[in-house]
C-alpha cells in the first residue's frame, strides 16, 4: 500500500466530548488507483482528505503512513516532494501571474535562492499546456473565472511531479468538457490519486474505488458498482437512484430523484 489511514479521528474540542467529525477511518490506496472519497455535505470527507495530506494530525489519535513511513515523522518539504494536493477554494491569496503560481509547485524541489531551472521551466510550461491553460501564462492568476483558476492550480500541483495526488472537488468551477478532460488526465498520469467527488456519475466512470462515507464514518468501499447500489445511495443520501451501465462508457450510470417527483 502506497498510503494508509488506520483509525483516523478528529474530534472537535480535542479528547475530550468534543463532536466528532471523523470517526475512526482507516483505508488503503495502492500505488497508480484513482480512489474516490464521496458523501454528503458536512459528513467530514474533507476533514479526512485533510488528515491524509499532512495538514491536520488526527485528534485523538489514529496513523497516517506514506510508503510506510508516519506521514507526521517527514519534513514538510519531504511529503510534499511526493505528494500535492489541490485543496477546495484554494484559488484565494495568490496575488501573482498564472506562470510564478504554478512554478511555485518546484518549490519543495528547489534549493534556497536557487533560479529557476531549465528544468523548472520547461516542466511549467508542460503542465500549463496539459490543463490547456497555456495562454494564460502572462495574466494575473487573481485576474482569471473560477474554471481557469482550477486549471493553473492543478497545473502547479502537477508542476510539482507528485507521486500521489489529493485533490478536494476539482470539478467544481469547472464545465462539463472540462469536467471531464480533467478527470481523464488524472487517469492518464502516471500518479496515485485521492479525490472527494460530489458527483457520482464522474466517480463512478474514473474511480478504481470508492470509499463512501457518512457522519464521520467510512461506510463502505470497493468498486463502483459494488458501493453505488441505490440502496446504499438512498440510505446515505436520501434520494432514490436507478443505477445502470453505460452503454459508451461501460461504467455504472446513476440517476437520481426525491421520491415526492415520482410518477
Ligand atoms: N475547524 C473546524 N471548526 C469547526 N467545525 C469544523 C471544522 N472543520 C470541519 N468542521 C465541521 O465538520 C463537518 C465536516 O466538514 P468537512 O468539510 O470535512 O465536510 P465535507 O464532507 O467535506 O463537506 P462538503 O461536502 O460540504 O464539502 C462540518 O459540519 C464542518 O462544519
Given at each position: 500500500m502506497m498510503l494508509t489511514a488506520s483509525d483516523v479521528s478528529w474530534h472537535l474540542g480535542g479528547r475530550g466530548e468534543g463532536r466528532r467529525i471523523v470517526r475512526g477511518a482507516s483505508l488503503g490506496v495502492q500505488a497508480g488507483e484513482c480512489v474516490g472519497l464521496v458523501g454528503p455535505n458536512g459528513c467530514g470527507k474533507s476533514t479526512l482528505l485533510r488528515m491524509l495530506y499532512r495538514s491536520l494530525a488526527p485528534v485523538p489519535g489514529g496513523q497516517v503512513?506514506?510508503?510506510?513511513?508516519?506521514?507526521?515523522?517527514?519534513?514538510?518539504?519531504?511529503?510534499?516532494?511526493?505528494?500535492?494536493?489541490?485543496?477546495?477554494?484554494?484559488?484565494?491569496?495568490f496575488d501573482s501571474s498564472v506562470w510564478d503560481t504554478v512554478m511555485l509547485g518546484r518549490l519543495p524541489h528547489q534549493s534556497a535562492w536557487a533560479k529557476d531551472s531549465a528544468k523548472d521551466k520547461a516542466l511549467v510550461r508542460e503542465r500549463l499546456e496539459q490543463v490547456g491553460a497555456r495562454h494564460l501564462a502572462g495574466q494575473r492568476f487573481a485576474s482569471l473565472s473560477g474554471g481557469e483558476k482550477q486549471r493553473v492550480l492543478l497545473a502547479r500541483a502537477l508542476a510539482q511531479q507528485p507521486?500521489?495526488?489529493?485533490?478536494?472537488?476539482?470539478?467544481?468551477?469547472?464545465?462539463?468538457?472540462?469536467?471531464?478532460?480533467?478527470?481523464?488526465?488524472?487517469?492518464?498520469?502516471?500518479?496515485?490519486?485521492?479525490?472527494?467527488?460530489?458527483?457520482?456519475?464522474?466517480?463512478?466512470?474514473?474511480?478504481?474505488?470508492?470509499?463512501?462515507?457518512?457522519?464521520?464514518?467510512?461506510?463502505?468501499?470497493?468498486?463502483?458498482?459494488?458501493?453505488?447500489?441505490?440502496?446504499?445511495?438512498?440510505?446515505?443520501?436520501?434520494?432514490?437512484?436507478?443505477?445502470?451501465?453505460?452503454?459508451?462508457?461501460?461504467?455504472?450510470?446513476?440517476a437520481y430523484w426525491m421520491e415526492q417527483h415520482a410518477a
Amino acid at each position: 500500500m502506497m498510503l494508509t489511514a488506520s483509525d483516523v479521528s478528529w474530534h472537535l474540542g480535542g479528547r475530550g466530548e468534543g463532536r466528532r467529525i471523523v470517526r475512526g477511518a482507516s483505508l488503503g490506496v495502492q500505488a497508480g488507483e484513482c480512489v474516490g472519497l464521496v458523501g454528503p455535505n458536512g459528513c467530514g470527507k474533507s476533514t479526512l482528505l485533510r488528515m491524509l495530506y499532512r495538514s491536520l494530525a488526527p485528534v485523538p489519535g489514529g496513523q497516517v503512513r506514506f510508503n510506510g513511513r508516519d506521514i507526521w515523522r517527514m519534513s514538510a518539504r519531504e511529503f510534499a516532494q511526493q505528494t500535492a494536493v489541490l485543496a477546495q477554494d484554494a484559488s484565494q491569496g495568490f496575488d501573482s501571474s498564472v506562470w510564478d503560481t504554478v512554478m511555485l509547485g518546484r518549490l519543495p524541489h528547489q534549493s534556497a535562492w536557487a533560479k529557476d531551472s531549465a528544468k523548472d521551466k520547461a516542466l511549467v510550461r508542460e503542465r500549463l499546456e496539459q490543463v490547456g491553460a497555456r495562454h494564460l501564462a502572462g495574466q494575473r492568476f487573481a485576474s482569471l473565472s473560477g474554471g481557469e483558476k482550477q486549471r493553473v492550480l492543478l497545473a502547479r500541483a502537477l508542476a510539482q511531479q507528485p507521486q500521489l495526488l489529493f485533490l478536494d472537488e476539482p470539478t467544481n468551477h469547472l464545465d462539463i468538457r472540462y469536467q471531464l478532460e480533467l478527470m481523464h488526465l488524472l487517469k492518464a498520469l502516471a500518479c496515485t490519486v485521492v479525490v472527494v467527488l460530489h458527483d457520482l456519475n464522474i466517480a463512478a466512470q474514473f474511480c478504481d474505488r470508492i470509499y463512501l462515507m457518512q457522519e464521520g464514518a467510512l461506510l463502505a468501499c470497493g468498486a463502483p458498482e459494488q458501493v453505488l447500489t441505490p440502496q446504499r445511495i438512498h440510505q446515505v443520501f436520501g434520494v432514490r437512484a436507478e443505477v445502470d451501465v453505460h452503454a459508451a462508457t461501460g461504467r455504472p450510470r446513476i440517476a437520481y430523484w426525491m421520491e415526492q417527483h415520482a410518477a
